[in-house]
């Protein structure tokens, strides 16, 4: 197992295009997380998943951000009519329940996206 | 809401030596996990070490240990004869017992001298 893995790593688009970015969790992992993180800031929540349902969805999370995750395994985050303020690095995270009473995030390297 | 607040933006530190990062933290629930994360320079966030608010003894981890003051809403992480590979920023998190979502501060870049 290699971890999470993010695809793309880096991404330069142009203002009002559409983006998606894909995260693969590590295997078995039922729970996907991702976060926003800014220049100079500390990465803030996005949303979550259990499997394929949505559970939790920031406010940060405009009408312009979609995040699916169709078979409960890799998950997918899509900007539609990126804006300058987009740019940041996406990071996704995964854990799953081990019967503990809290369960380690394991985060992937990110996507630095960039809007010109 | 709840809110993390690393006041050092910058630390340094001869190698070999001991440094103390800051965090303090602000959370109306009783019960809740407090974590230091490190992310290398184009690497990914681990996780360093892990606290349970309602354990009064200290989390160690090998060189990295926390203080952790309840009352006064402090967690401060602790790294004891540092080396090369301790660069990095810094980040101190929360989150509430039964969500696992993570509030982080804005980090401290730790540069080691050697």
């Known amino acids: 197992d290699t971890g999470v893995s993010q695809d793309p790593r880096h991404k330069i688009t142009k203002r009002g295009q559409n983006v998606t970015f894909r995260c693969d969790p590590i295997s078995e992992h039922n729970r996907l997380y991702w976060y926003r993180q800014t220049l100079g800031q500390g990465p803030e929540f996005l949303t979550y998943?259990?499997?394929?349902?949505?559970?939790?969805k920031s406010r940060l999370l405009s009408d312009r951000f979609s995040a699916e995750r169709p078979k409960g395994s890799f998950s997918t985050l899509e900007i539609q009519r990126t804006e300058q303020g987009d740019s940041a690095m996406y990071l996704c995270?995964?854990?799953?329940?081990?019967?503990?009473?809290?369960?380690?995030?394991?985060f992937g390297p990110g996507t630095r996206l960039t809007v010109l | 809401a709840q809110t993390v607040t690393q006041s050092q933006p910058e630390m340094s530190v001869q190698e070999a030596e001991t440094v103390t990062l800051s965090c303090t933290y602000d959370?109306?629930?009783?019960?809740?996990?407090l974590f230091w994360y490190k992310q290398p320079p184009s690497r990914q966030m681990i996780l360093v070490i892990r606290q349970e608010a309602y354990k009064q003894q200290n989390a160690t981890e090998n060189r990295f240990s926390v203080n952790f003051q309840k009352a006064a809403k402090s967690f401060s992480l602790k790294i004891s004869d540092s080396q090369l590979g301790d660069a990095a920023m810094y980040f101190c998190?929360?989150?509430?017992?039964?969500?696992?979502?993570?509030?982080f501060g804005t980090g401290t870049r730790l540069t080691i001298i050697p």
């Open positions: 995270a995964s854990s799953s329940p081990d019967g503990s009473d809290y369960n380690e995030q394991f």
């Open positions: 998943f259990q499997n394929e349902a949505q559970l939790e």
């Open positions: 959370t109306s629930e009783s019960d809740y996990y």
């Open positions: 998190a929360l989150s509430n017992f039964g969500n696992e979502k993570l509030t």
